[in-house]
């Protein structure tokens, strides 16, 4: 995957502004905008930075996914998508939202001495 590069706030188009906005990154993959969320969490939006149609291309896998994560400064940091109830279902685009926790999480896989636990 391409390295992601930081855009300045003043190349931010315009037309888009958003308090919550913090960063925007691209490469020739994708696009990552990065929101403040409440209690200290980011949120990564992420979409392909080609277009299939009029909708983003789709197919972002867990390693890109992952590698974004670490690109954009959150290697060691706990991230979680989230797949919501019916009633809370948004789906209007290709895009995928990694919720950045502030701690860890309390369940999921550790490294031990011994391996995961």
Request: hydrophobic share 40%.
């Amino acid at each position: 995957m391409k390295q992601l590069q930081q855009v300045p706030r003043s190349q931010w188009p315009s037309s888009q502004q958003d308090p919550a906005r913090l960063e925007v990154w691209v490469s020739r993959d994708f696009l990552v905008q990065v929101f403040s969320e409440s209690n200290g969490i980011r949120r990564l939006s992420v979409n392909r930075a080609k277009r299939k149609g009029s909708k983003w291309a789709d197919q972002i896998t867990w390693d890109e996914l992952w590698e974004i994560k670490k690109q954009v400064g959150y290697p060691d940091s706990y991230a979680i998508e989230i797949f919501p109830r019916r009633a809370d279902l948004v789906n209007v685009a290709n895009m995928r939202h990694l919720w950045v926790l502030p701690e860890p999480l309390q369940v999921g896989w550790f490294r031990t001495c011994g391996g995961a636990a």
